[in-house]
């Protein structure tokens, strides 16, 4: 069983950034790849970015590409979103999740452990 706790959400300004974090537990972190996936009001949940297990390999959806960067610290046992340029239709509970498979996934039914989520808000 893996626990994630996400944070760093907030109301934020068009243009203006968040760093999303992510801890979860357990000695294996480093074995599972991370993702980051969002759900709007009305809308299903839908992948924003992925990372592999050592970090070196990363995915994002098309609609962040350039903007969100998703990096990871086994140290730490700590998944990050950082987002910069935050547009109106980046509102939305924000969640991480885990796979323990060996590639990074924009499926989500792929991964096998989620967060409780944390909400963005983007003003205009």
């Known amino acids: 069983q893996v626990q994630l706790v996400e944070s760093g959400g907030g109301l934020v300004q068009v243009g203006g950034s968040l760093r999303l974090s992510c801890a979860a537990s357990g000695r294996t972190f480093s074995t599972y790849v991370m993702g980051w996936f969002r759900q709007a009001p009305g809308k299903e949940r839908e992948f924003v970015a992925a990372?592999?297990?050592?970090?070196?390999?990363?995915s994002y959806a098309d609609s962040v590409k350039g903007r969100f960067t998703i990096s990871r610290d086994n140290a730490k046992n700590t998944v990050y979103l950082q987002m910069k340029s935050l547009k109106p239709e980046d509102t939305a509970v924000y969640y991480c999740a885990v796979d323990v498979a060996v590639s990074p996934s924009s499926v989500a039914g792929r991964y096998d452990y989620w967060g409780q989520g944390t909400q963005v808000t983007v003003s205009s």
């Open positions: 990372v592999s297990r050592s970090g070196g390999i990363t």
